[in-house]
């Protein structure tokens, strides 16, 4: 079972700097995507970001410029560094790990527990 672990999470004022990161644990063949969703009361889970295996990623429009995600070649700990924070992006920031767990098959579909991260304005 491959599990995932957020970290990183805390209380900025507005224009700080923090860096999440996810890392998966277990036995797995090959991670071939990472994603951060955040969540905020009363609205549904919206992704933030995502890096695939081929060094890929995309941002939320709201967030390009201001997060990067770190390289990702597939290694089990990602790091994703969100500078000029604002009061907008608090919310509990959820790792989603993808992948196979064997070179045949079947696919794994991990998701953490959760990392708030508070803004201040």
């Known amino acids: 079972q491959v599990q995932s672990v957020e970290s990183g999470g805390g209380s900025v004022q507005a224009g700080g700097s923090l860096e999440l990161s996810c890392e998966a644990s277990?036995?797995?063949?090959?991670?071939?995507?990472v994603g951060w969703y955040r969540q905020t009361p009363g609205k549904q889970r919206e992704q933030v970001a995502i890096?695939?295996?081929?060094?890929?990623?995309d941002y939320a429009d709201s967030v390009k410029g201001r997060f990067t995600f770190s390289k990702f070649n597939g290694q089990k700990l990602v790091y994703l560094q969100m500078n000029n924070l604002k009061p907008e992006d608090t919310g509990v920031y959820y790792c989603?790990?993808?992948?196979?767990?064997?070179?045949?098959?079947?696919?794994?579909?991990?998701w953490g527990q959760g990392t708030q991260v508070t803004v201040s304005s």
């Open positions: 989603n790990v993808r992948g196979y767990l064997s070179i045949s098959g079947p696919t794994f579909d991990s």
């Open positions: 890096v695939r295996r081929d060094g890929s990623a």
């Open positions: 277990g036995t797995l063949y090959v991670i071939i995507a």
